[in-house]
């Protein structure tokens, strides 16, 4: 159950030992300059009229126009404390001068993120957040917050948390990608002029000089030999030392319980094809630098990102640069929590940087991040269903990296908690192979049209590795 932190520096030095880059095997966006992505955060007031404001039962944010930006969500100061009550926002698409109806978040959101007590858990940068959500190209917003009586104890008055902040992220774009499109719903004039960014915030934008620069500050498939430097995608099928594929890993010779070494196992289904953080336009010197491991991959947790379902597959990257950005600099987290998103095209991303084939600890299922991997299909399942593309690229995804492990889609194994509201820290808790983040933490998440769906990608998922 250890985590470990493999340096940046060994990292750099393994890159450099790499060919030149060859050209991707399938064609990623045109040669073009990349625009970064920025966030833009607000303080919520209390609302005109409240009847109670030193209580600060309701803030809001009055209708404002601001820099374009296409995901939104709500931030507070201490990541222990919930926010019981309503969030909802309305946004204006940018050029049209109409609002959209008013949206809700998904408040409580804690269960995705940092196990308690770990290095990364216990960042003073942490903040408690809601679920992001996607709105397209925006030039305005408007914020109400409203606490919930129920959720503060019949013998105390609602509250909310400190240091309610509203959080707008422009993803930027990637090197050829069109300018973004705006939501479903048209919106009013953009106006260049806009707020600055909070002072007192860290900023978490700056790349750090530990991570390096150029060839240097890459992305965590070059680091696993996985794909040549700028490639757009991880190509499968590739099957381990002895199967298709193995040509193109330059310069890896497979250590003692490598990855690598583990894919000599029976029941290694192939490898999907996998869009590299390159190919989404990560912005290497975001996160923090270095690498999380722990020690195997013993399940997989099935999540969905609570963002709507507002976005069509060419957006996907863009959608996953947004929550990158919030993950890490709104939320305070050393990187974007899953591992691997899927979109509702089947089109499967590599998350959190560190290796597609190793295991990355990651930030998806509060107390149950050690020894698992975690996956989320982008969008909100609870009265949508999801697609059959994405419910196969979960059973394929699963098949593949569950096999490197040894572990059989079909199973239930032994993961010991640390810490949630629905196991204490240290008990051992069985789960299935393929779990729903409610089966570790009392969530909504993955929703539950998603969640039906887990029976069926669990013998897909055996079924493609040949059991």
């Given at each position: 159950?250890?985590?470990?932190?493999?340096?940046?520096?060994?990292?750099?030095?393994?890159?450099?030992?790499?060919?030149?880059?060859?050209?991707?095997?399938?064609?990623?966006?045109?040669?073009?300059?990349?625009?970064?992505?920025?966030?833009?955060?607000?303080?919520?007031?209390?609302?005109?009229?409240?009847?109670?404001?030193?209580?600060?039962?309701?803030?809001?944010?009055?209708?404002?126009?601001?820099?374009?930006?296409?995901?939104?969500?709500?931030?507070?100061?201490?990541?222990?404390?919930?926010?019981?009550?309503?969030?909802?926002?309305?946004?204006?698409?940018?050029?049209?001068?109409?609002?959209?109806?008013?949206?809700?978040?998904?408040?409580?959101?804690?269960?995705?993120?940092?196990?308690?007590?770990?290095?990364?858990?216990?960042?003073?940068?942490?903040?408690?957040?809601?679920?992001?959500?996607?709105?397209?190209?925006?030039?305005?917003?408007?914020?109400?917050?409203?606490?919930?009586?129920?959720?503060?104890?019949?013998?105390?008055?609602?509250?909310?948390?400190?240091?309610?902040?509203?959080?707008?992220?422009?993803?930027?774009?990637?090197?050829?990608?069109?300018?973004?499109?705006?939501?479903?719903?048209?919106?009013?004039?953009?106006?260049?002029?806009?707020?600055?960014?909070?002072?007192?915030?860290?900023?978490?934008?700056?790349?750090?000089?530990?991570?390096?620069?150029?060839?240097?500050?890459?992305?965590?498939?070059?680091?696993?030999?996985?794909?040549?430097?700028?490639?757009?995608?991880?190509?499968?099928?590739?099957?381990?030392?002895?199967?298709?594929?193995?040509?193109?890993?330059?310069?890896?010779?497979?250590?003692?319980?490598?990855?690598?070494?583990?894919?000599?196992?029976?029941?290694?289904?192939?490898?999907?094809?996998?869009?590299?953080?390159?190919?989404?336009?990560?912005?290497?010197?975001?996160?923090?630098?270095?690498?999380?491991?722990?020690?195997?991959?013993?399940?997989?947790?099935?999540?969905?990102?609570?963002?709507?379902?507002?976005?069509?597959?060419?957006?996907?990257?863009?959608?996953i640069r947004s929550i990158y950005r919030y993950h890490v600099v709104s939320s305070g987290w050393r990187d974007i929590g899953y591992n691997f998103l899927v979109d509702k095209c089947g089109n499967i991303y590599e998350g959190r940087a560190g290796g597609v084939?190793?295991?990355?600890?990651?930030?998806?299922?509060?107390?149950?991040?050690s020894d698992t991997t975690g996956i989320a299909v982008i969008g909100t399942y609870t009265s949508t269903a999801p697609s059959t593309a994405a419910v196969d690229a979960l059973a394929r995804l699963t098949a593949w990296k569950l096999g490197l492990f040894g572990?059989?889609?079909?199973?239930?194994?032994?993961?010991?908690?640390?810490?949630?509201?629905?196991?204490?820290?240290?008990?051992?808790?069985?789960?299935?192979?393929?779990?729903?983040?409610?089966?570790?933490?009392?969530?909504?998440?993955?929703?539950?049209?998603?969640?039906?769906?887990?029976?069926?990608?669990?013998?897909?998922?055996?079924?493609?590795?040949?059991?």
């Open positions: 159950m250890r985590g470990f932190l493999a340096s940046s520096i060994g990292v750099s030095c393994a890159v450099l030992a790499l060919p030149l880059a060859s050209p991707a095997t399938a064609a990623g966006p045109a040669a073009g300059p990349a625009v970064p992505g920025t966030t833009q955060s607000f303080p919520l007031a209390p609302l005109t009229g409240s009847r109670a404001p030193e209580a600060a039962t309701e803030r809001g944010l009055a209708p404002q126009t601001v820099r374009s930006f296409s995901l939104v969500g709500v931030v507070w100061d201490d990541p222990a404390a919930q926010l019981h009550g309503r969030v909802r926002i309305r946004t204006r698409a940018n050029g049209t001068g109409r609002w959209s109806g008013w949206q809700e978040l998904e408040a409580q959101n804690q269960d995705h993120g940092p196990d308690p007590g770990t290095g990364e858990g216990s960042s003073r940068r942490m903040r408690g957040s809601t679920a992001p959500l996607w709105v397209g190209a925006s030039d305005g917003v408007q914020v109400s917050v409203h606490a919930d009586e129920s959720g503060s104890g019949a013998t105390r008055a609602p509250k909310l948390p400190d240091g309610l902040h509203v959080e707008l992220v422009d993803p930027g774009r990637a090197q050829g990608e069109d300018a973004p499109a705006g939501p479903a719903v048209p919106g009013g004039p953009a106006d260049p002029a806009g707020p600055a960014e909070e002072p007192d915030r860290p900023d978490l934008s700056a790349p750090d000089p530990a991570a390096g620069t150029g060839a240097e500050a890459i992305a965590s498939a070059v680091e696993a030999g996985l794909a040549p430097l700028n490639d757009w995608e991880i190509p499968g099928p590739w099957k381990g030392p002895e199967g298709p594929g193995e040509s193109q890993k330059p310069g890896k010779t497979p250590g003692k319980d490598t990855p690598t070494e583990r894919t000599r196992q029976p029941y290694v289904a192939p490898r999907p094809r996998i869009v590299s953080r390159s190919g989404w336009g990560a912005d290497e010197g975001l996160r923090e630098p270095g690498f999380l491991y722990t020690d195997t991959v013993k399940a997989a947790f099935v999540h969905h990102t609570a963002s709507g379902n507002n976005y069509t597959c060419a957006q996907a990257p863009s959608v084939e190793k295991p990355v600890m990651g930030a998806h299922t509060l107390g149950f991040n572990m059989d889609p079909r199973a239930k194994t032994y993961l010991e908690s640390g810490g949630g509201n629905l196991y204490p820290k240290g008990e051992n808790v069985r789960l299935n192979v393929i779990s729903g983040h409610r089966d570790g933490f009392a969530t909504e998440c993955p929703g539950r049209l998603l969640y039906g769906e887990l029976g069926l990608i669990r013998s897909q998922a055996a079924r493609y590795q040949g059991r």
